[in-house]
């Protein structure tokens, strides 16, 4: 299981640059394209996929000053660095000067959230340095840099049981509260605090008079643990996230008990729980990029959780990549964009790289497809269709023929109930390999079930499986189907 020390390092994943600029250009690139459709950054935006038509309902700015944008997973900060960039050829566009952009961007555009201490430092010294670059004076402007390193805050207990300071009479009965923010450098931005939990923090300050020596250590904690609960508290025009990926097999015992209650749909991935916090991130008509594992696509257990999502947000582009896409990860990795409203009709563009398993094709592959949307694996989809398939899985490549069928169609249990096939309950006793039992009792060839009875055999053909076989084999088993399976059919264990 992953302790706290293990978390940051198991989850830290460098994202590809191409993924990191298809993600940022299709979110924040796309919000500036809304609001300034002759904008000259459309012909630097390679990964941008156009839009399905016109859209009234978007965020309007004015200018980039007013565009806010936050990696709430930032690692080392490569999102970041790319979203300065891009910010600063807005800038450039609206007639700023080049030593004054910026400092701007890290003034009112860019915003980071991050659990490990090494990994926020690398991201402040790389926005520090793309500063650098565009304004020689920069490292004598004092300019704070918004990479905000989400620390514990204990009340009472630390997590080895040791009492550290007494907890404030307004915070006693909130346990989950206190335990949140016990454990804010596992959960990290997944912590998402409550008007309530912020109103306790106010009560609990006012509790403790001004100049009161005695409970200095308790102000100073509780004013902390306000600094965290503001930081996680606000909202942004774009959220753009490589989120930690880590399946529930390695959560510790703590992560796996808060993720069943606070994120129960998305319990069995971070990945998945990062999903449904990045989409609260957003402000109303903002824009969001993700990647996450391709799972949460396709697999019941996510239904809950994107349904969630489709139900308020809408699709506006997806990268599939191959299952060998993602160099130095087994998982297959999707990256997509959404944005915080429904559009009727609107058609998203999706990518669907399955045809070219490897990670060194994935970037030229996105960049044909979108440069040619007749390629073959560039897919326009409605995300509303989804739903007319059960378990409303992903299926953006679905032709319309398919979703007609399934909208309209029967589904096969209407008609028939699907068993498992056969189970012995003791293959000990009734599956042997063909060698071990004499040919002559084994019915090969036998077409029907009568015949089976006629034919005094003992031993049939078992297609049980087994290990991989790329076209054909496994066929390397029998079972007693003696009597029509007398034997297998009286063996009944009460128990199962």
């Known amino acids: 299981k992953a302790v706290q020390k293990d978390i940051a390092p198991a989850t830290q994943l460098f994202t590809p640059n191409w993924i990191v600029r298809y993600m940022v250009e299709n979110s924040l690139g796309r919000l500036w394209m809304l609001n300034n459709p002759g904008s000259g950054l459309r012909e630097r935006m390679a990964y941008y996929i156009e839009p399905d038509g016109d859209h009234e309902d978007f965020i309007r700015v004015a200018g980039p000053e007013d565009i806010t944008f936050c990696d709430p997973a930032c690692g080392s900060g490569h999102i970041l660095v790319y979203a300065f960039s891009l910010l600063f050829e807005m800038y450039l566009e609206h007639g700023y000067r080049e030593r004054e952009i910026p400092e701007l961007i890290l003034t009112k555009n860019l915003s980071g959230l991050e659990i490990d201490d090494r990994a926020a430092q690398i991201a402040s010294l790389a926005l520090v340095m793309c500063a650098r670059e565009h304004d020689r004076r ?14 514990p805050v204990v009340f009472g207990k630390e997590k080895n049981g040791e009492e550290v300071r007494p907890v404030p009479r307004a915070l006693e009965k909130r346990k989950d509260l206190i335990e949140a923010l016990t454990y804010l450098d596992e959960i990290g931005s997944l912590f998402a605090p409550s008007a309530f939990d912020m109103a306790a923090l106010d009560e609990a300050l006012a509790e403790i008079p001004e100049g009161d020596m005695f409970a200095q250590d308790v102000r100073e904690h509780l004013e902390l643990a306000k600094g965290q609960c503001e930081a996680l508290s606000r909202t ?25 209650k606070n994120y129960p749909d998305e319990k069995s991935d971070l990945c998945f729980a990062f999903i449904n916090r990045i989409c609260s991130m957003k402000k109303h008509g903002g824009e969001v990029g993700i990647a996450a594992t391709n799972s949460w696509m396709f697999l019941s257990s996510s239904e809950a959780s994107r349904l969630k999502v489709l139900g308020t947000n809408e699709i506006t582009s997806l990268v599939q990549l191959s299952v060998h896409g993602f160099k130095g990860i087994a998982a297959q990795v999707f990256a997509f964009t959404l944005i915080d409203k429904q559009v009727n009709g609107y058609r998203g563009g999706y990518v669907r790289l399955d045809d070219f398993d490897h990670h060194s094709l994935q970037e030229g592959k996105t960049l044909e497809a979108i440069e040619n949307p007749e390629c073959g694996w560039f897919y326009r989809a409605d995300a509303s269709t989804f739903h007319d398939i059960p378990g409303s899985p992903i299926a953006y490549w679905a032709s319309e023929a398919i979703i007609r069928a399934f909208k309209t169609m029967d589904s096969l249990g209407t008609w028939l109930t699907t068993r498992e096939g056969m189970a012995t309950a003791n293959n000990d006793q009734f599956v042997r390999s063909w060698w071990e039992s004499p040919l002559k009792a084994i019915g090969f060839g036998i077409p029907d079930q009568e015949t089976a009875m006629l034919s005094g055999k003992k031993w049939f053909p078992y297609q049980k499986g087994g290990e991989y076989r790329k076209w054909y084999g496994n066929n390397d088993l029998v079972v007693n189907w003696e ?9 009944i264990d009460e128990k199962t």
Do not use: Q, T
């Not at 009597?483 to 063996?491: A, F, K, M």
């Open 483 to 491: 009597n029509d399976g007398s034997d297998i059919r009286s063996n």
């Open 236 to 260: 942004f025009d774009v959220v753009v996230a490589n989120p930690p990926y880590m399946g529930s097999s390695k959560f510790n015992p703590f992560m796996n008990k808060w993720m069943k």
């Open 138 to 151: 920069f490292f004598a402007r004092d300019v704070a840099i918004d990479v905000h390193v989400v620390k």
